[in-house]
């Protein structure tokens, strides 16, 4: 059902809802965004029965959604120190 290189997914996730906040997507929405194109995605992409679709591409949008925040916060929090 789920390959190691589905993992892939998520950072395109991650990447089509930064297009979407550059073309002016509140930012507040960006994770809800990610959700939903994972579950699109999931349901879309994988070979498997729905209730597995749907779970799997849940878990890829809100990976893409955590990555972003996670990543979001680093890069604040080293802004802080150096400035």
């Known amino acids: 059902m789920f390959e190691i290189y589905d993992v892939a997914i998520i950072p395109l996730i991650l990447g089509v809802v930064e297009l979407f906040k550059r073309i002016g997507l509140p930012a507040k929405y960006s994770p809800l965004v990610a959700v939903a194109l994972g579950l699109i995605v999931g349901v879309v992409y994988l070979d498997a029965s729905l209730k597995e679709r749907v779970l799997v591409g849940i878990m890829f949008g809100l ?13 604040e929090k080293g802004d802080e120190n150096n400035g």
């Open 63 to 75: 990976s893409a959604s955590g990555l972003y925040s996670g990543t979001k916060n680093i890069v």
